[in-house]
């Protein structure tokens, strides 16, 4: 079985720029997470949709960061504009349900200069 | 609202030692608790998880016992491997309108030489 898919791995870009992260969940889950990880830190949780509407985006800095997840399936999360305190590991993880054991992707390692 | 301290790392042994990572929580309410591991350059891998006070968890040689009187629960392996050697976050998962989130420690690096 093919795990959570993400692209890119690495990425660099200047402050005030844009970027967009994909992610293929395993088939067949319907919940699908976006998590960040900034370095020495646990992961936090940024968004979680259940199939293509959103359960929960309280963490979620709506001024600058937005996902979506259309036919429920991939998702894709954007950054516009980036600041520096964005660089983190961005991570995609799924689940067949909301109350079952996530599988994550293995990140985007997205830095700002 | 929950939380979770794990011991400060990096912690480095060597080959065969006893490994104890130590977690402790904050939670309202009656949480599940797991350990992850992030092996260098892979994603975040479920280690083993406990639902209910008193349970023990255990996989691939590691244990953790849910303890309510403690909010603990510590990672412990008797003989560790250099293979073993990878970041470990403890989490607790509380169920929130029937939805899993889970909240993370900060990770512990465990460096484990020959």
């Known amino acids: 079985e093919a795990g959570v898919a993400q692209s890119p791995r690495y990425k660099i870009i200047e402050k005030r720029q844009s970027v967009a992260f994909w992610c293929n969940p395993i088939?067949?889950?319907?919940?699908l997470y976006w998590y960040q990880q900034i370095l020495g830190q646990g992961p936090k949780l940024l968004i979680q949709?259940?199939?293509?509407?959103?359960?929960?985006d309280s963490q979620l800095p709506k001024d600058r960061f937005s996902a979506e997840r259309l036919k429920g399936v991939d998702s894709t999360l954007k950054i516009q504009p980036a600041k520096l305190e964005d660089s983190a590991v961005y991570l995609c993880?799924?689940?067949?349900?909301?109350?079952?054991?996530?599988?994550f992707g293995p990140g985007t390692r997205l830095t700002v200069t | 609202g929950n939380s979770v301290t794990q011991m400060e790392g990096p912690v480095t042994l060597s080959e065969e030692a006893f490994l104890t990572i130590n977690c402790t929580y904050t939670a309202t309410g009656y949480p599940s608790l797991f350990w992850y591991v992030q092996y260098p350059g892979e994603g975040l891998q479920l280690l083993l998880k406990?639902?209910?006070?008193?349970d023990k968890g255990s996989n691939k040689g590691f244990e953790a016992t849910y303890r309510k009187e403690t909010t603990s629960f510590h990672l412990e392996k008797g003989s560790v491997q250099v293979s073993d050697s990878a970041v470990y976050f403890c989490?607790?998962?509380?169920?929130?309108?029937?939805?899993?989130?889970?909240?993370f420690g900060q990770g512990t690096r465990l460096t484990i030489n020959p």
């Open positions: 088939s067949g889950h319907a919940t």
């Open positions: 406990a639902t209910k006070a008193d």
């Open positions: 993880a799924s689940s067949l349900d909301r109350i079952y054991e996530q599988y």
């Open positions: 989490a607790l998962s509380d169920r929130i309108q029937g939805a899993q989130k889970l909240v």
């Open positions: 949709f259940q199939n293509n509407g959103v359960v929960d």
